[in-house]
C-alpha cells in the first residue's frame, strides 16, 4: 500500500513538472515572437499602437484640416451677432459644435504622433492664404481680406456672404476629406474624413438652399 501510495505521488510530481516545463516553454513560444527577448510583452502593448499605425497622408490631413476647421469655427462664431437669419445662425452653431471637438481630436492625434500642432487662429495666421505653402492642402480656405469683409458685414448681407464663404470653405474639406479617404492608412482618421464628407455635404445642400430662399 505505501509502495503503492508512493509511487502515485512520485508519478503526479512528475506530471506537474512535465505540465510547468510546457507551459513555460509555451510562454517562451509566445514571447519569442517579439523581436526582443526581454520585449515579451511589447507585442501586446503596442498590438493596439499597430491599429493605429499611420503615413504621411494622414499627418497632412490632420495638420491641413486642423487650421480648416479653427477658420471655418472662427467663421461660424460672427454669426452669433453678424446674422439676420435664425436658419444661418442654427446652422453656424451646429458648425461650430461638430468641428470644435474633431480639432481636438485631430490635435490629439498629432502630439501621440510627434508631429506639429498648428496654431490658433488660423484666418489670421494665413493671411497670405492660398499663395502660401498650404496648397491644395488648404483648399477653400478664406484669406485675410475675405474674414474681414465678412466680420464687418451685418445682417441679410453677412447671410449671403456667409453663406456663400461657407459653401466654398466646405466644398474645400470634402475635397480634403476625399482624399484622405483615399490615402489616408490611420482607422480614425479616414472615418473622421468620411464623417466630414458625409456632414459637410449635407450642410453644402442645406446652405444652397438658404441661398435660394434669400435671392428669392
Given at each position: 500500500m505505501?509502495?503503492k501510495?508512493s ?5 503526479r ?7 510547468a ?6 510562454l517562451?513560444a ?13 507585442p ?20 491641413g484640416m ?5 477658420q ?17 445662425k ?7 459644435k461638430?468641428q470644435?471637438p474633431?480639432?481636438e ?37 478664406m ?5 474681414d ?14 453663406l456663400t ?26 472615418e ?7 456632414a ?6 442645406e ?6 430662399k434669400?435671392?428669392?
Open positions: 505505501t509502495s501510495t509511487s502515485r505521488t512520485l508519478f510530481r512528475a506530471a506537474l513538472a512535465t505540465t516545463v510546457t507551459a513555460a516553454l509555451v517562451a509566445c514571447g519569442g515572437d517579439g523581436s526582443s527577448d526581454g520585449a515579451a510583452d511589447a501586446a502593448a503596442s498590438s493596439p499602437a499597430s491599429t493605429g499605425a499611420h503615413n504621411d497622408q494622414d499627418v497632412t490631413f490632420a495638420q486642423i487650421p480648416h476647421h479653427q471655418a469655427v472662427e467663421m461660424a462664431g460672427m454669426a452669433a451677432d453678424g446674422a439676420s437669419s435664425a436658419a444661418v442654427d446652422l453656424a452653431a451646429r458648425i461650430q461638430a470644435d474633431e480639432i481630436t485631430m490635435s490629439g492625434w498629432l502630439k501621440t504622433w510627434g508631429e506639429d500642432v498648428p496654431s490658433a487662429m488660423p484666418g489670421m495666421d494665413h493671411s497670405g492664404g492660398h499663395s502660401s505653402g498650404g496648397g491644395s492642402g488648404m483648399a477653400g480656405m484669406d485675410q481680406e475675405d474674414m469683409k465678412l466680420s464687418k458685414a451685418s445682417g441679410k448681407d453677412f447671410d449671403t456672404m456667409f464663404m461657407m459653401i466654398e470653405h466646405h466644398e474645400g474639406a470634402v475635397e480634403m476629406a476625399t482624399t484622405e479617404k483615399t490615402k489616408g492608412r490611420y482607422g480614425p482618421a479616414t473622421l474624413a468620411d464623417a466630414v464628407i458625409t459637410q455635404t449635407a450642410e453644402i445642400k446652405m444652397n438652399k438658404l441661398l435660394g434669400s435671392g428669392a
